[in-house]
């Protein structure tokens, strides 16, 4: 069993910074690419970044520049640096990793953490 565990949400005033971390745990061979997707009441849930293993990276266009995606192979871990917030950010912000275990190749979700951004 691989489970994702998050934490680093919260509230935030427009302009400020949060930092996500979200662990991976479990009978791990290999971890593919790790990811941090964001939904929005009444929204569709949206990919905000993601990073293979070897370190590629990509993002959504309204967090370019703003946001940083990593990862710690060796802790199995991908933090989201989330810089200049705007109110437009908040929503509920999901860890997915495409994780080789035990059980095959499968994709894990972490159970979500709110970011808020607000005066």
């Known amino acids: 069993q691989v489970q994702l565990v998050e934490s680093g949400g919260g509230l935030v005033q427009p302009g400020g910074s949060l930092r996500l971390s979200c662990a991976a745990s479990g009978s791990i061979f290999s971890i593919n690419y790790m990811g941090w997707y964001r939904q929005a009441p009444g929204k569709q849930r949206e990919l905000v970044a993601i990073?293979?293993?070897?370190?590629?990276?990509d993002y959504l266009d309204s967090v370019k520049g703003r946001f940083t995606i990593s990862r710690d192979n060796d802790k199995n871990t991908v933090y989201l640096q989330m810089n200049s917030l705007k109110p437009e950010d908040t929503a509920v912000y999901y860890c997915?990793?495409?994780?080789?275990?035990?059980?095959?190749?499968?994709?894990?979700w972490g159970q979500g953490t709110q970011v808020t951004v607000s005066s």
């Open positions: 990073i293979t293993s070897g370190r590629n990276t």
């Open positions: 997915n990793a495409r994780v080789r275990s035990g059980l095959g190749l499968n994709d894990y």
